[in-house]
Structures are given as C-alpha cells and as structure tokens.
T-cell receptor, first 112, second 111 residues
Framework: NAGVTQTPKFQVLKTGQSMTLQCAQDMNHNSMYWYRQDPGMGLRLIYYSASEGTTDKGEVPNGYNVSRLNKREFSLRLESAAPSQTSVYFCASRTGGLETQYFGPGTRLLVL | EDKVVQSPLSLVVHEGDTVTLNCSYEVTNFRSLLWYKQEKKAPTFLFMLTSSGIEKKSGRLSSILDKKELFSILNITATQTGDSAIYLC???????????FGTGTSLTVIP
C-alpha cells in the first residue's frame, strides 16, 4: 500500500495563476482532508470530505475549492494564486469515527 | 473561538533527559485529542486520547488527558537524538472532522 500520495511535491506559481493539487489514498478511507502548514501557525484545515460526494469548509477555505472525485481522490484547486497561499499543503485521510488521520508527504507551494 | 495552545514552543535537552510537553485546548464538543510527531515531512501518529485520567504508553512515550482542566501532557523519558522533532497536538471537535492543531513544540535532543 502506498498510503496517501500527493502530487506535485513542489510547485512555483506566479500571482494569478491557477493549479490543482492532487491527493489519492489506497486505504479505502471514507474521509479526506486538506491542510496548510505555515511557520508559527500549525496545521489549519482548509476543506474536508466526510464521505464520497460531500465536501465541507474548514477553518481557512477562502481562495480554495475542492473536488472529491471518487472515494480515492480529493483535489484542491487554487483558481487565482496569491502570495499569501505560499505554504506546505498536506492531504490526510481516515476511515471515519474516532481514529487518527494518515498524512501524505506534502506539497510545497511558492507563489511569487 | 476554538483553539489549541502548546507549550513550550521549543525545548533543547541532552540525551537521557525527561521532557514534558503541554497542550491546552478550548474546543467546542470535544471528541478526541491526538499527538503527532513531525520530522521533516508528514506528521506521524503517536496517541489518541478520549477519556480523562487514562494513560496511553508506547515505549518511552506516554500521554494523559484531563478533560476537566482541558489539557494533555506528553512525556518522553530517556530522550534520544531520534526524538528530535516537532510534536503536534490536535483536538477534534464539533460534529467531527473539524481538527484544530496547536503550533507545535520543537524538541532538540543534543548528544
């Protein structure tokens, strides 16, 4: 099992460009999450999907959209990137209920 | 406002020392508190706590939760250089799936 995978590993964008971060899990998990991690801020939840076909806003959803493509895949889209979106983005998944999340390796995004 | 606060922000100790990391929280409809270790990449799971007063233990690491005083501690005994990492505390609240993370404690263990 690969667990949670993310692509790309690193990306540089110019202000105003768009891009999609991809996440996939092979653990048959129901719930998936997108976080951003900034220095001194800890991880902050952007969006989550409790199950296939549903998505909900987290703590910091502005400037992002998500798609739960199927049970395995959950993508995060930046329509018009801003320097404030420079961050490390982590995807995570879990079965649901009271258990931990499993994190992907992260995507480092730099917006110039 | 829901929040999770960890202390200290950073800690430098020598191998063999014992450390205690703190996590306090104010989160609506508490469901669980989790501890993670983050080295250079993704956080890895250490413990999940849901009940007060029950210690979770794994090797040299242990953790306990106090739901009345709204805090948890993570203890590491006989520290090793491999324990150097950022330790993250997270609390799940609301209807579930809303996780709030602290900023982490950066631990450096010197040989």
């Amino acid at each position: 099992n690969a667990g949670v995978t993310q692509t790309p590993k690193f990306q540089v964008l110019k202000t105003g460009q768009s891009m999609t971060l991809q996440c996939a899990q092979d653990m048959n998990h129901n719930s998936m999450y997108w976080y951003r991690q900034d220095p001194g801020m800890g991880l902050r939840l952007i969006y989550y999907s409790a199950s296939e076909g549903t998505t909900d806003k987290g703590e910091v959803p502005n400037g992002y959209n998500v798609s739960r493509l199927n049970k395995r895949e959950f993508s995060l889209r930046l329509e018009s990137a801003a320097p404030s979106q420079t961050s490390v983005y982590f995807c995570a998944s879990r079965t649901g209920g009271l258990e931990t999340q499993y994190f992907g390796p992260g995507t480092r995004l730099l917006v110039l | 406002e829901d929040k999770v606060v960890q202390s200290p922000l950073s800690l430098v100790v020598h191998e063999g020392d014992t450390v205690t990391l703190n996590c306090s929280y104010e989160v609506t409809n508490f469901r669980s508190l989790l501890w993670y270790k983050q080295e250079k990449k993704a956080p890895t799971f250490l413990f999940m706590l849901t009940s007060s007063g029950i210690e979770k233990k794994s090797g040299r690491l242990s953790s306990i939760l106090d739901k009345k005083e709204l805090f948890s501690i993570l203890n590491i005994t006989a520290t090793q250089t491999g324990d150097s990492a950022i330790y993250l505390c997270a609390v799940e609240g609301h209807t579930g799936n809303q996780f709030y993370f602290g900023t982490g404690t950066s631990l450096t263990v010197i040989p």
